[in-house]
């Protein structure tokens, strides 16, 4: 069983910073990638961003220049440092890993249960 758990939400106002955690757990053989989307009430859920295990990184434009993913300390750990936070931020963020659980299997995606980000003017 793989366990996604995402920290670090809150109240912010505009201009100010976040950083949000999230560790995978569990049964993993492989990790493939782990990155951070968000949802707005009414909204479909979008990237914000992500990386893959050669390194390469993927940001929305909308975030471009003001938020940076990066690997935690621990395995299987990303974190989403965000900066000159925006009232249109604001959304439920929830953590993404695309793993294999064991040697030769499909890589699945696992979502964590969302942390939430509100930022006010």
């Known amino acids: 069983q793989v366990h996604v758990v995402e920290s670090g939400g809150g109240l912010a106002q505009a201009g100010e910073s976040l950083r949000l955690s999230c560790v995978a757990s569990g049964r993993i053989f492989r990790v493939v990638a782990m990155g951070w989307y968000r949802q707005a009430q009414g909204k479909e859920r979008e990237l914000v961003a992500v990386?893959?295990?050669?390194?390469?990184?993927n940001y929305a434009d909308s975030v471009k220049g003001r938020f940076a993913i990066s690997r935690g300390g621990a395995s299987n750990t990303v974190l989403l440092q965000m900066n000159n936070l925006k009232p249109d931020d604001t959304a439920a963020y929830y953590c993404?890993?695309?793993?294999?659980?064991?040697?030769?299997?499909?890589?699945?995606?696992?979502w964590g249960q969302g942390t939430q980000v509100t930022v006010s003017s």
């Open positions: 990386f893959n295990s050669g390194g390469d990184t």
């Open positions: 993404s890993a695309r793993l294999a659980i064991r040697n030769g299997e499909p890589v699945d995606a696992y």
